[in-house]
């Protein structure tokens, strides 16, 4: 227990209880994989940007067309832009989405609580998504408790330190409803956070009003003076069975988006900036160093997140995984 920030006056003891994932195994494949899912989009967004390459190798440098020269190298760069979004959202979706595939109704008849929310629940560690489920959320006294397709937990507040030594990316701020809200995860509050996602909170009224109401009492609950004694069990922290599949084919996130910043950096590389052959060739070349750099650091960014996402969950791939027979 933490009741101040000077002190931190948590009794030793053992440590809090840990849920696991409860997946069966027809629904172990549900996440993307990189393999197979999306694949004819990769194929696709992969051939146009070949495309929008060669357009610009081979004919937007090379005309000696004036009135062309522009529009050439305008319409070859925004294919190429939009075509690597696309492949950056494609491999962040198939890396960090895991597809339930289950309807949550016949869950909500079980629950003892009538106003819980449907939320998505993502556990993250040091940023990265080791698991994944949907279900409903309610608070009763101070513990806040969730039941899902896959796992269920619930954490009590005062195993929780006060909101000022949570992270401060976490901190709940200012008046108005969020659709996301986290949550760290008690004796890890430095490294695991729970991620909550409103399903659908703006579908009708109704849904608006008991979304508004949860996520207000989730910040009272968050800014509470703990007086349970209820005991926590928290999230699993092991990684889901989900993404302990087809390791080898999950390094393929690194390589395409790895290839594709190599590619920015060489077309950056060979662009003529010194030569003045039309009217036009000063506002083209600022437009090369303008696009194809951001473009690389882009790209780079999101394999550096693939290399993050893979060397975080195999720092998590020690904890034992549950498979429901």
Not at 12 to 27: F, K
Not at 56 to 68: M, Q
Not at 149 to 171: E, N, Q, S, Y
Not at 239 to 263: M, S, Y
Request: net charge positive; glycine share 6%.
């Amino acid at each position: 227990m933490r009741p101040t920030a000077e002190q931190d006056l948590r009794p030793e003891g053992p440590s809090l209880p840990e849920a696991t994932w409860r997946v069966p195994p027809q629904h172990v494949e549900r996440r993307l994989s990189i393999g197979t899912d999306l694949l004819w989009q990769r194929v696709a967004t992969f051939g146009f940007l070949l495309l929008g390459v060669i357009y610009l190798v081979g004919i937007a440098r090379t005309t000696t067309n004036p009135d062309t020269f522009m529009g050439a190298h305008f319409k070859s760069l925004a294919l190429i832009a939009i075509t690597q979004v696309v492949i950056a959202i494609i491999y962040r979706r198939i890396s960090t989405v895991i597809e339930n595939g289950v309807g949550l109704g016949s869950l909500k008849a079980k629950l003892p609580v009538p106003d819980a929310i449907p939320v998505r629940l993502d556990v993250l560690h040091k940023g990265t998504v080791t698991g994944s489920d949907e279900g409903f959320f309610w608070i009763a006294d101070d513990v806040l408790t969730f039941k899902g397709m896959h796992t269920a937990f619930r954490i009590a507040r005062h195993d929780l330190p006060p909101v000022a030594m949570w992270p401060k990316g976490v901190r709940p701020r200012g008046d108005a409803p969020a659709q996301t809200r986290f949550v760290p995860v008690p004796d890890h509050e430095e490294t695991t956070l729970i991620r909550l996602v409103f399903i659908d909170p703006f579908e009708d009224y109704d849904a608006r009003r008991r979304t508004t109401k949860a996520d207000r009492l989730l910040k009272e609950w968050m800014s509470m003076m703990p007086t349970g004694e209820s005991s926590s069990l928290l999230p699993p922290l092991s990684l889901h069975p989900a993404f302990a599949l087809d390791q080898k084919l999950n390094r393929q996130g690194v390589w395409a988006c790895g290839i594709v910043t190599l590619l920015n950096l060489a077309l950056l590389a060979t662009t003529r900036f010194t030569s003045a052959e039309f009217v036009a060739q000063p506002i083209v070349s600022l437009l090369n160093a303008a696009i194809l750099p951001i473009l690389a650091v882009g790209m780079g960014y999101i394999t550096w997140l693939e290399v993050r996402d893979q060397r975080h969950r195999q720092e998590v791939t020690r904890k034992p995984l549950d498979v429901m027979a």
